[in-house]
């Protein structure tokens, strides 16, 4: 087992209401193990390159239970690597692919925009599919892997990206935009990213991302992400 104090709450215990530092840094003190041994397991089934999204999928899946507090082992990061790969993969086709098909319409449309000023249009549409695509990825990776229908998943994705767009832009800026600044400073980056380069954004990017699933996601869809059941009424 990989930390101290696994998620085992009472009959009466409802989910943990403590928000900010004071919770993330008691998730981190009950982690820590757990952030430095799966970063090293992403880092080693991210060598072979093609591994990259069954690898990033199962990053996914134990950042957010880590996030909600529960029980990881090494074993389960290992294990949605192996047996996950096919969404992973589809995972990574509905979110790398727009953002790289965008990236590239960004780039050509800008340079020819000062000429053209109609180019200005196609530039804006790729600035929002890029931009869309940004906010939904960590929600469609968690309910990809809630086993939520394709396209239920991009119909949830984008509303909850779209709906909470300073949650859903942090924890993307946390998945995305630090992992890849990390890289972009080697070598001056190589022991940051070694240690907790990518587990740590994901587990913060999670953490971020919680109360926004807790409050919007039907209670079965948030059994299946790792979310205690909720209690019914008698």
């Not at 193990?33 to 990053?59: E, G, H, K, Y």
């Not at 290992?78 to 992973?88: D, N, P, T, V």
Request: charged share 15%; proline share 9%.
């Amino acid at each position: 087992m990989l930390f101290h104090r696994p998620f085992d709450p009472p009959e009466d215990a409802g989910f943990p209401e403590k928000t900010g530092a004071a919770r993330f840094g008691e998730i981190l003190e009950d982690h820590y193990a757990a952030v430095l041994l799966i970063n090293a397991l992403f880092v080693l089934c991210c060598l072979p390159v093609v591994t990259l999204p069954p690898a990033l999928f199962a990053l996914y899946r134990i950042a957010r239970l880590m996030a909600l507090g529960r029980t990881v082992r090494s074993g389960d990061y290992l294990r949605a690597f192996r047996r996950e790969w096919k969404r992973g993969y589809l995972a990574f086709a509905l979110t790398a692919l727009p953002q790289a098909l965008a990236g590239v319409g960004l780039r050509f449309y800008l340079q020819r925009a000062g000429a053209q000023p109609l180019f200005l249009l196609p530039f804006l549409f790729c600035s929002t599919v890029f931009l869309a695509s940004l906010l939904l990825t960590p929600h469609l990776y968690a309910l990809l892997d809630a086993g939520c229908p394709v396209r239920e998943t991009l119909r949830l994705s984008l509303a909850l990206g779209l709906g909470k767009p300073t949650r859903s832009a942090l924890a993307a800026l946390c998945c995305s935009g630090l992992p890849l600044a990390a890289v972009l400073l080697l070598p001056l980056s190589l022991v940051y990213l070694l240690l907790i380069g990518f587990s740590l954004p994901f587990l913060w990017g999670s953490f971020l991302l919680r109360l926004v699933w807790k409050q919007h996601l039907d209670p079965a869809i948030k059994t299946q992400m790792g979310f205690p059941p909720e209690k019914t009424e008698p």
